[in-house]
């Protein structure tokens, strides 16, 4: 019986080729590997048959832009697989649906690694076509949806509630950049990207909301908004999520702040995009390509309530050494191949491919490779800061500062302020809210990157502050460019908020200079969390004093609605 061909299409390509190293090295198929340039794609056979002695690999001309379902079955195909990417066909007015509809047409299952959003959110167009064949067509079968989903089903497998969810990331500087991938970038460097933050759409410059993501064995890298199909996705499957985020990065410093420089005349209109400057983009950067590392990674983190109802935090990190991070994107594509061969058949139907691979059967294709995974459950940022102190504290305060996951308490309020001019100046810069009585207090606490952020709104006036740990029983606050070293006195009758230092960025401030604030955080006759805020400055007086109860906000309930195209 001869051996199932699978197609390639885009075989001689950066990531296609690597896929097609992974079917010849770990299954029986014959790989024809397909493209418009066939001395391209036979010279890519020819190297990858060399390596791998008793494969058979072939290799044919096709466009797939003008792929027909009468071409495709003489080819006597198991599957295609499109590692090309929607972009060649969009540069030259084509239909980029085209080959996955001809794939149909014949009767052939189908996927690709898109990773374009607009394209994967057009894909649902083909499910009636691909239901009515009863053939499986599945888009984003690499990094992004395909791997972040399956991460995070076996995170959050089980849980009541997902409330946050970040992904990112960050490739070594040298691994291999095409044409493809430029243009993916640059489509929407600058340009607004639709978010859902704070259980809302919102839209936010793409290259934008830089941060920094840590990873065991990597360390900490830049990190900025990338436009994914997981965007749309992940407020889709996960309907009580608050804020979804995805970002990028690039290894060199220079290069990620350099990207971030030149997408302001397009933030400022005064480019419509970057898109077209991407062959250049790509000769710059082939520039440093020998810099960096060969060291790259990604990190998937879930915060929420377990099945227990417990607030619940969950990272999975993916690190990839030795050049090895670009064979990732195919991974997903190759254990989906496996699934074509060895069964059981997929449920026909055209749609991203989320909720069909488990997260084993792609970590399984890693064994090859020099990946390593590794999955932490966290605490809260107060429960690492205080230890064993946090149990002692009141249930109240637990639930509060235990939350894991994104977490809003409403009540009432008092507010004073001080009458001196540089006390109103300041409390005007942060702003603090004005004086009132019974004023409307809503809190949230979000999970950060590192730590939490709260926002505090009383009545119509809103300020944040970011929290992340400082040692043992001490964190840091930061308002905008000043920054507190809080202690964290921690009791049976509640925990305090002691300012110890200050700093306007990395500039160490004099202490004699810094505000004095002794909160205190505690629980009433009611049984409700407690607040009070005193903040006074040298020489002004007070600033503000602000002090009320809270209580936690029922659990949203789940949207409905699906997310605008």
């Known amino acids: 019986m001869p051996a199932p061909r699978i197609l390639v299409v885009g075989g001689a ?167 493809s991938v430029m243009r993916s970038i640059l489509s929407y460097v600058g340009r607004p990207v639709r978010v859902w933050r704070d259980g809302a759409w919102a839209t936010r410059p793409g290259w934008g909301l830089p941060g920094r993501v840590t990873i065991p064995g990597l360390g900490r890298r830049l990190a900025s908004l990338c436009e994914t199909p997981d965007l749309d996705i992940l407020p889709a499957r996960f309907p009580t999520v ?28 005064l480019l419509p995009s970057l898109l077209p400057l991407a062959r250049p983009f790509l000769r710059m950067a082939g520039l440093v390509d020998r810099l960096g590392s060969d060291r790259g990674g990604m990190v998937v983190r879930a915060c929420g309530a377990d099945e227990a109802g417990r607030p619940a935090a969950a990272t999975w990190t993916l690190l990839a050494e030795g050049g090895d991070g670009p064979f990732v994107p195919t991974l997903p594509a190759l254990a989906l191949v496996r699934r074509w061969l060895a069964g059981p058949p997929l449920p026909p139907g055209a749609g991203p491919c989320v909720g069909l691979l488990d997260l084993a059967a792609i970590e399984a294709e890693m064994a090859r490779h020099r990946i390593r995974t590794a999955v932490t459950r966290e605490p809260s940022l107060f429960a690492r800061v205080l230890g064993p102190a946090f149990a002692d504290l009141p249930e109240p305060l637990r639930a509060v500062h235990g939350a894991a996951g994104a977490l ?89 908020l002691v300012v110890e230092g200050w700093r306007l960025g990395p500039l160490p401030l004099p202490r004699a200079l810094a505000p004095a604030s002794a909160a205190r955080e505690s629980v009433d006759p009611a049984g409700r969390f407690r607040f009070d805020v005193p903040v006074h400055l040298p020489l002004a007086g007070l600033v503000v004093h602000y002090r009320g109860w809270l209580v936690p906000e029922a659990a949203p309930a789940a949207r409905l609605e699906e997310p605008v195209p």
């Open 408 to 496: 809003t308490l409403r009540g009432r309020a008092t507010v004073t302020r001080g009458t001196n001019p540089l006390a109103r100046l300041a409390a005007g810069l942060v702003g603090f809210p004005a004086a009132g009585e019974d004023v409307p207090v809503a809190v949230t606490i979000a999970p950060d990157r590192d730590g939490e952020v709260w926002t505090r709104r009383f009545g119509d006036r809103r300020f944040r502050s970011r929290l992340r740990a400082a040692g043992p029983a001490r964190v840091y606050e930061r308002f905008g460019l000043l920054e507190f070293r809080l202690a964290v006195p921690a009791g049976r009758d509640g925990l305090g």
């Open 242 to 269: 608050r804020t979804a985020d995805f970002r990028a990065g690039l290894e060199l410093e220079a290069l990620h702040l350099g990207l971030w420089l030149a997408s302001l005349p397009v933030r400022l209109r």
């Open 13 to 179: 390509g950066a990531f296609g080729r690597r896929l097609v190293e992974g079917l010849a090295a770990t299954t029986a198929c014959t790989v024809v590997i397909a493209g418009r340039d066939l001395a391209r794609a036979r010279e890519a056979a020819e190297t990858v048959a060399r390596t791998h002695p008793g494969r058979r690999i072939e290799a044919v001309r096709l466009d797939a832009v003008r792929a027909d379902a009468e071409a495709l079955r003489a080819l006597r195909l198991a599957g295609i697989v499109d590692a090309a990417g929607p972009y060649q066909a969009l540069a030259r007015g084509g239909d980029p649906y085209a080959l996955a509809r001809a794939a149909i047409a014949a009767g052939l299952p189908y996927a690709d690694l898109a990773d374009a959003r607009d394209f994967v959110a057009g894909f649902a167009a083909l499910d009636a076509a691909a239901r009515a064949a009863g053939v499986s067509a599945l888009t984003g079968a690499s990094t992004t949806p395909a791997l972040s989903n399956a991460v995070l089903d076996r995170l959050t497998a089980g849980w009541r509630r997902v409330d946050a969810i970040e992904i990112a990331m960050v490739p070594g500087n040298r691994a291999p950049r095409g044409l």
